[in-house]
């Protein structure tokens, strides 16, 4: 059985040929981006290991509505605390804890000292947050499908770096889907509430795949037309201007078919397919 595909809505016409060969019948026989995070303690390491810590500062360089939040959040993360001995690991383990949660696009420190000994001032510049992602042009797909596709969720911290991973993988799930030339772009809006980034992800699917013509060769001992029920590219083919083809389902309905031969007896039955361009 041969097939026909050829491209829609007023693009050049792409052909392809499925051709569904030799079945041969013996009876019986599946954070974020690179680190940006900065950090100044050139001061901790020049001071003495007696020296005590008199006071910890954090400054928060953000939004105003954000800033005690995020000061707080990064005090519950500083191990040391006033009156502590002032010891460089000690500093550098809240450096640490303050990167690896993933809060702070930067962190600087700074040490000042006094008569009642070090002050550490620590300036820190934390992520926006992703507020929300919209997605436009979606349709066959739910949103659910895209979102999974993505690794940006709501709520999860945003660089602009981060956004260039996701239009990969749209565009191969809607190639999974039969469309020829996806397009996806991703920006962010900024949110004037609350400082956060709106995800805008647009995309452009493009003409599809139909199927033409669907030949069956070598099929002996069951019938064409209980193997074209069986698949899905062939009835997708009866709802004109609908119906797409995709390589990604015909190689579902293969599957689909060896089981069938096989549940009827041809345990050594073997199925394959060839796409072949007229084109070329």
């Given at each position: ?61 953000g939004p105003p509505d954000q800033r005690e939040r995020h000061a707080a959040m990064a005090k519950r ?70 979102l999974n596709q993505m690794t940006l969720y709501p709520g999860d911290p945003y660089t602009p770096e ?119």
């Amino acid at each position: 059985m041969k097939v026909q595909v050829k491209g829609q809505y007023g693009k050049k016409q792409i052909h392809l040929w499925a051709l569904i060969l030799g079945i041969l019948l013996v009876p019986y026989a599946r954070g974020l981006a690179a680190d940006t995070i900065t950090v100044d303690n050139d001061a901790i390491l020049q001071n003495e290991p007696e020296t005590v810590i008199r006071d910890i500062q954090v400054v928060i360089d953000g939004p105003p509505d954000q800033r005690e939040r995020h000061a707080a959040m990064a005090k519950r993360l500083i191990g040391s605390y006033p009156m502590d001995r002032f010891d460089e690991a000690a500093v550098q383990a809240s450096i640490d804890a303050l990167k690896f949660s993933r809060r702070f696009s930067a962190i600087h420190v700074d040490s000042s000292s006094g008569a009642g000994g070090e002050t550490l001032t620590f300036t820190l510049t934390p992520y926006r947050t992703i507020g929300d992602i919209r997605i436009r042009g979606k349709y066959p797909l739910f949103e659910r499908d895209i979102l999974n596709q993505m690794t940006l969720y709501p709520g999860d911290p945003y660089t602009p770096e981060n956004l260039s991973a996701q239009a990969g993988a749209i565009i191969n799930r809607y190639q999974r889907e039969g469309y020829v030339e996806p397009n996806v772009s991703i920006t962010d809006l900024r949110d004037s509430d609350n400082d956060s980034a709106v995800i805008l992800v647009d995309i452009d699917k493009g003409p599809h795949y139909v199927l033409g013509r669907l030949i069956f060769e070598g099929n002996r001992g069951v019938a064409t037309n209980s193997l074209a029920w069986r698949m899905t590219v062939w009835r997708g083919a009866l709802f004109p201007g609908i119906g797409r083809f995709s390589e990604y389902r015909l190689k579902k309905d293969m599957d689909l078919l060896l089981k069938h031969y096989r549940r009827k007896g041809f345990a050594d039955a073997q199925l394959s397919y060839h796409i072949d361009d007229p084109g070329n």
